[in-house]
C-alpha cells in the first residue's frame, strides 16, 4: 500500500466529509473551520494535490456531495448554519474558482445530509435537517443552477422533530430501474426507514431497519449492480456496524411495478462491535462489494463478504501505523 | 434577582432553582413617568437599601430607578442629544454609570451627587458600546460604528488612546476579561475577537467566526477561556472556548426566537432572554458538548481502489483535551495564555487520515478487459478463447477458466479428448498461479471448487457417451443453469464485466431466458465504464444490448440546436414555411456554403483549419490540389483540411 496524501494539519478543525468525485480524481474535503478544499489527483507524481480552500458556510460545513459531471464541477454542502450552498467551478482569466451558485435556507436547525440524486433521476438533491424534513430539490434548467424548486418534502418520523442531538441521515438507491428509494436515519427512533415512491409518486415509509441500540450516524445503500438483493449498511452510536440484506418477496414487484409497503424482507446479516467506539460513517465502493466503516476509536475497518456469503473485516486502516496497517 | 427589560416590559425576578417569578412590576411606575419601555438595563453593585438598577428608555433618557426602598424613579437623566445604546456600572465605584451614546460622547455620571452634569468625553464617532475594566477603577474602553475601538482613561477625559481597527463594521458588544488583561468585542463582521490590552501593537490573540454578528458577549466566570454569545437573528446562544475558534462549547437552544442579551449568574448559570418573550436560566454544565455531534470521521474509496479517510480519537471524558492535543513544536507567535500560565498552548485536533491507495479495485485489469474482450455474438468458440486470453493477460486467471468453460459448451463433438486434458491442463495451472498470488488466497481456492464442478461436468463420460450418439451439434447439452450460474455468481461478486461480455457473446447461441437483471448488468457496466472514461467502450456496449431502454440510452436527453452562423438566430429544421436546415430565416442566406461554388453543402463538410471557411469534400480537393491558400482568405491551412 503506497501512502499517497496525508490530510494532517490541512484543516484548522476536524474534517467531517470526504467525497470523490464521479470519477475518482477528485475530492472534495470539508470541515468545521467552515471551509472546504479541493484536491486533485496528480497523476504523473501519484500525489493528491489541494489547490483550492474556500469558506463556504458560517458554521461547521458537515457534508459534501458531488454531482454527476454532466452538470459540470458542481458540488453541494451542508452546515449547521441550515443551510445548503450549490457550488460551481469556473474559469476567470485562466484562475479556477468555487462560487456559491444556489443557497436553499428554509429549514428550521441544523441541515444534517445532502446527497444529489443517482443521474437517471436529473439534477436533484436530497436533503434531511433537524427538523426531520426530508427535501427533495430539483435544479429547474441544468445550465443555470441558480434556480433549485422543491419538490418533494416529507417528515422521517411521527410528529415534529426539534431533538438537537438527533442525527438525520439519507442515502440514494441508485438502481435504475426501479421507483426512487432512498435510505433515511430517524433520530429520535433509533431506526433506518426506507422510503418509496409509491403510484402518485408520494414518498411513503416502507420497511424499517431495526435493532440499532442508539442514534443511526450514517446510512449507506450499496450499488445494486444487478444483484437479486439490495444491501444497506448502517452505522451507529452505539459503536456497531450493520449490514441489512434486502430480498424481494414479490416476485419482481419491485421491477414489474407493483406497488407495495412491504416489498422486501429485511434481514440483518451482519453486525459487527469492531468499532468498541461511536461509529460515524458508512461507505461502499463504486461496486457495493467493499464497506468502509470509520469510528472513534481511530480506525477504518474495510469488510467484504467471503464467497459463502458471510461478511468479514478484511482490514484496519489507521494513518499512524502506516502501510503495515492493511492486514489482509 | 434579576432585572428584565423590553420594549413594554420593565420587571424585576426572583429566580430560584424552580423557577422565575415576578418580584417587583416596575412598569406602573414607569407608564405613569412615561418610561415604559428600555433597550438595556444594568444593576448598580449595591445591594440592599441602595440597590440601583438603570434603564435606557426608548424615548431617550437614563432612568436610576431606586428599588432598595421604595420602587420609584430616582434620577432621569436626559442630557445626551442622541440615543443612548449602552450603559455601564463601575464594579469598583459603585455610584460611577458610563453611557455611550449616538451623539458622539460617552458621559460619566456619579451618581452620589444629584443632577451634576457629567463628564463628557468627545469620541468624535457613534459610541455603540462602553465597559469599565474590572480590575482598573479609570479604565475603560468604548467601542465605536466605524468599527474601531478605544482606551479612555477616566482621569483624562480630553482625549483617549489611539483607536484601533476591530472589526469591520460596527463594534457590538465588548467584555473585558476577569483579569483585565484582555477583551473580547463582537462585531458587525460576523466575528468575536480576543484582544491583549497589554500588548502595545494591538494584535487579536483569538478570532472566532460567528454564525451571525454577536448581540451580546460575556466572559463565563472562572472559565478563563470561555466566553458566551448571543447573536442577532439567532436564537442560539453559544459558549466558545476561545482555543477552538470553529467548534462551540456548548449550543444552547433555550428560545424560539433571537435570545438578545445574555448573563452569567455563576460559572455554571446563564440567564438569557429573547425575543420569544422569555427569560431562561440554564445550567450551562452538563449540557450538550457540540463537538460530541460532530462527526468525527469519514472513509470514501474511489473507483481506482483509493481510500480517503479521516479518523478520530477521543481520549478520556468531558475536558478540552479530549477533542485537541497540543499542538507540537513552537507555540504561535500570536499564542498568550489567558489563565495566567505562562505556556501558552495552541492546540490542534486528534484526526489523521489521507489517501491511501489500497488496491482495493484492480482497475488496470478491468480497463484491459474492457479494451480487449471481445463482444460478438457470432463465433462463440473462437470469441470465447479470445477472452479467456484476454482474462488471462490481466491476471484474472478465475475469468479466463470461466471463458475456456464456455468456450467447451460449445465445443464440436470432434474433439472431446483434447477437451479434456485441456481443461486438466488449465484447471492445474490455474491454481498454482492463484496460490501463488497473496490476494484473495483462501477465497480464490473455494471459488475454483466451484469452477471445477462447472468445467468438470463436460467430461463425465455418461453425459459424453449419450451425446457423441447424437448427430453433431454445435451444443454438448443443455446447459442453460449452469450459464445462469455462472451469471449469478459473477453479479454476487459484483462483476459486471464478465456478466454483460458473457450475455453479448451469448446472445445468438444461448437461449437464456429473460434475466430481469440484465438491463441492470448492462447499466452498471456501462455506468463504470463511464467512470473509467471509456466512452467508446461504453456506447458499443450499449448498441449491442438488446434491450430497449440501454440501447437508447445515449439518444435521452441529447438535444441538437443549430443557430445561423451569421446572425445566431436558431435554426427551426421543422417548420413547414421555412427554408429549414439549409438556409437561415432572418437573414436569408444560405448555410454551411462551400467556399468554392458557393452551394449549400449536404453532406461531407470539410473546413479549412485556419479560416473555418467550408468546402464540398471534393471542391477542397480540387482547390487544395492547386492551391496552398484559402479562397476566402487568402491564408494557408495549417496541416491538412478538413
Avoid at chain 1, 418520523?157 to 440514494?172: I, M, T
Wanted: some cysteine; hydrophobic content about 35%.
Amino acid at each position: 500500500m503506497n501512502q499517497v496524501t496525508k490530510f494532517d494539519g490541512t484543516h484548522e478543525d476536524l474534517i467531517h466529509d470526504v467525497a470523490f468525485n464521479y470519477y475518482g480524481n477528485r475530492l472534495a474535503t470539508c470541515s468545521s473551520d467552515q471551509k472546504i478544499k479541493i484536491w486533485d489527483y496528480n497523476e504523473g507524481e501519484g500525489i493528491w494535490e489541494s489547490n483550492i480552500s474556500f469558506k463556504a458556510h458560517s458554521c461547521a460545513v458537515l457534508k459534501t456531495s458531488w454531482a454527476h459531471p454532466e452538470y459540470g464541477q458542481v458540488l453541494a454542502s451542508c452546515s449547521f448554519d441550515r443551510s445548503v450552498i450549490v457550488w460551481e467551478e469556473s474559469y476567470h482569466d485562466a484562475v479556477k474558482k468555487w462560487t456559491p451558485v444556489a443557497t436553499l435556507r428554509d429549514g428550521n436547525g441544523t441541515v444534517q445530509d445532502v446527497e444529489f440524486a443517482p443521474n437517471h433521476l436529473g439534477l436533484r438533491l436530497a436533503i434531511v435537517a433537524a427538523d426531520g424534513l426530508v427535501k427533495i430539490y430539483e435544479a429547474m434548467d441544468v445550465t443555470s443552477l441558480a434556480h433549485w424548486t422543491m419538490i418533494d418534502s416529507f417528515p422521517v418520523g411521527e410528529g415534529p422533530s426539534k431533538d438537537e442531538e438527533g442525527n438525520h441521515c439519507l442515502s440514494w438507491s441508485t438502481s435504475k430501474f426501479t421507483s426512487q428509494m432512498m435510505v433515511v436515519g430517524c433520530a429520535k427512533d433509533h431506526v433506518a426507514k426506507i422510503f418509496r415512491q409509491d403510484h402518485n409518486n408520494k414518498w411513503q415509509a416502507c420497511e424499517v431497519l431495526g435493532g440499532h441500540g442508539g442514534v443511526v450516524h450514517d446510512v449507506s445503500w450499496a450499488p445494486n449492480m444487478g444483484r437479486s438483493y439490495n444491501l444497506i449498511a448502517t452505522a451507529c452510536k452505539d459503536g456497531h456496524v450493520r449490514i441489512f440484506k434486502l430480498t424481494d418477496d414479490s416476485q419482481g414487484g419491485a421491477l414489474t411495478g407493483g406497488w407495495s409497503r412491504k416489498m422486501f424482507n429485511v434481514t440483518c446479516i451482519a453486525d459487527f462491535a469492531d468499532h468498541n467506539a461511536e461509529v460515524w460513517r458508512v461507505e461502499w465502493n463504486v461496486t457495493g462489494t467493499i464497506l468502509s466503516s470509520s469510528g472513534d476509536d481511530g480506525k477504518v475497518r474495510l469488510w467484504k463478504a467471503t464467497y459463502t456469503g458471510d461478511w468479514k473485516c478484511m482490514s484496519v486502516v489507521s494513518a499512524e501505523e502506516g502501510p503495515n496497517a492493511f492486514q489482509r | 434577582m434579576v432585572a428584565v427589560v423590553g420594549r413594554d416590559v420593565l420587571k424585576i425576578l426572583n429566580v430560584t432553582e424552580w423557577g422565575a417569578e415576578e418580584a417587583i412590576n416596575l412598569k406602573a411606575v414607569g407608564v405613569r413617568n412615561n418610561f415604559a419601555g428600555s433597550m438595556d438595563v444594568k444593576w448598580g453593585p449595591t445591594s440592599g437599601r441602595d440597590a440601583k438598577i438603570a434603564t435606557i428608555g426608548t424615548n431617550g433618557p437614563i432612568v436610576i430607578w431606586d428599588i432598595g426602598t421604595h420602587n420609584k424613579i430616582g434620577r432621569t437623566i436626559k442630557e445626551h442629544t442622541r440615543s443612548v445604546n449602552r450603559i455601564c456600572f463601575s464594579p469598583q465605584e459603585p455610584n460611577l454609570l458610563l453611557s455611550a451614546s449616538s451623539d458622539s460622547t460617552i458621559r460619566l455620571w456619579d451618581l452620589r451627587v444629584g443632577n451634576k452634569p457629567g463628564t463628557v468625553m468627545d469620541a468624535k464617532d457613534i459610541v455603540r458600546e462602553v465597559q469599565f475594566n474590572p480590575t482598573s477603577m479609570n479604565d475603560i474602553v468604548a467601542g465605536y460604528e466605524s468599527g474601531n475601538i478605544q482606551r479612555w482613561d477616566l482621569r483624562n477625559p480630553l482625549a483617549g488612546e489611539k483607536k484601533f481597527m476591530a472589526h469591520m463594521g460596527f463594534v457590538t458588544s465588548l467584555d473585558y476579561h476577569p483579569s483585565g488583561r484582555f477583551l473580547a468585542s463582537g462585531g458587525r463582521d460576523r466575528t468575536i475577537k480576543v484582544w491583549d490590552m497589554e500588548d502595545e501593537k494591538r494584535r487579536e490573540i483569538h478570532t472566532i467566526p460567528t454564525i451571525q454578528y454577536t448581540s451580546k458577549v460575556q466572559w463565563r466566570p472562572n472559565r478563563p477561556y470561555q466566553l458566551a454569545a448571543s447573536f442577532k437573528d439567532e436564537s442560539t446562544v453559544q459558549v466558545f472556548d476561545v482555543r477552538r475558534p470553529y467548534v462551540p462549547l456548548h449550543v444552547l437552544s433555550q428560545h424560539d426566537k433571537d435570545a438578545t442579551s445574555i448573563l452569567w449568574k455563576d460559572s455554571d448559570v446563564l440567564w438569557t432572554v429573547s425575543k420569544d418573550k422569555t427569560f431562561a436560566s440554564t445550567l450551562v454544565k452538563g449540557q450538550t458538548i457540540s463537538a460530541d455531534l460532530l462527526p468525527g470521521g469519514k472513509a470514501a474509496m474511489n473507483c481506482y481502489g483509493q481510500l480517503a479517510f479521516t479518523v478520530s480519537t477521543k481520549a478520556g471524558p468531558d475536558s478540552f483535551e479530549r477533542d485537541l492535543v497540543p499542538k507540537p513544536g513552537r507555540p504561535n507567535a500570536k499564542a498568550v495564555a489567558l489563565d495566567g500560565s505562562s505556556e501558552p498552548m495552541v492546540y490542534r485536533t486528534r484526526q489523521t487520515g489521507g489517501v491511501f491507495d489500497c488496491e482495493l479495485f484492480n482497475h488496470e485489469a478491468f480497463i484491459y478487459c474492457a479494451q480487449n474482450y471481445s463482444m460478438e455474438a457470432g463465433n462463440i468458440r473462437e470469441v470465447c478463447e479470445h477472452n479467456s486470453n484476454v482474462a488471462w493477460q490481466a491476471n484474472k486467471y478465475r475469468d479466463s477458466q470461466a471463458w475456456t468453460a464456455l468456450k467447451l459448451f460449445f465445443s464440436e463433438i470432434a474433439e472431446p479428448a483434447i477437451v479434456v486434458s485441456q481443461v486438466d491442463a488449465v484447471t492445474s495451472e490455474a491454481s498454482t498461479t492463484i496460490t501463488t498470488k497473496e490476494e484473495e488466497q483462501q477465497d480464490d481456492d473455494d471459488d475454483i471448487d466451484t469452477l471445477e464442478t462447472m468445467a468438470a461436468k463436460p467430461v463425465v463420460p455418461s453425459l459424453f457417451a449419450i451425446k457423441v450418439s447424437d448427430a453433431p451439434v454445435k451444443r454438448n447439452w443443455s446447459h442453460d443453469d449452469t450459464v445462469r450460474n455462472l451469471l449469478e455468481f459473477y453479479a454476487e461478486q459484483g462483476e459486471v464485466q464478465m456478466c454483460v461480455t458473457i450475455l453479448l457473446v451469448l446472445a445468438e447461441e444461448e437461449d437464456l431466458p429473460e434475466f430481469r437483471l440484465s438491463e441492470q448488468w448492462f447499466g452498471s457496466y456501462i455506468d463504470l465504464l463511464s467512470r473509467f472514461k471509456l466512452w467508446s467502450i461504453a456506447t458499443a456496449v450499449s448498441q449491442a444490448c438488446k434491450d430497449v431502454r440501454i440501447h437508447t440510452m445515449n439518444q435521452d436527453s441529447t438535444t441538437i440546436h443549430t443557430s445561423c452562423s451569421s446572425c445566431m438566430k436558431p435554426i427551426l429544421t421543422r417548420a413547414p414555411s421555412s427554408s429549414g436546415f439549409w438556409a437561415c430565416d432572418r437573414c436569408r442566406k444560405v448555410l454551411s456554403s462551400c467556399s468554392v461554388c458557393h452551394k449549400t453543402v449536404r453532406g461531407i463538410f470539410t473546413w479549412c483549419t485556419q479560416c473555418s471557411h467550408g468546402f464540398h469534400l471534393q471542391h477542397a480537393q480540387e482547390w487544395f490540389s492547386q492551391s496552398a491558400e484559402c479562397p476566402r482568405t487568402n491564408v494557408a491551412p495549417a496541416g491538412d483540411t478538413g
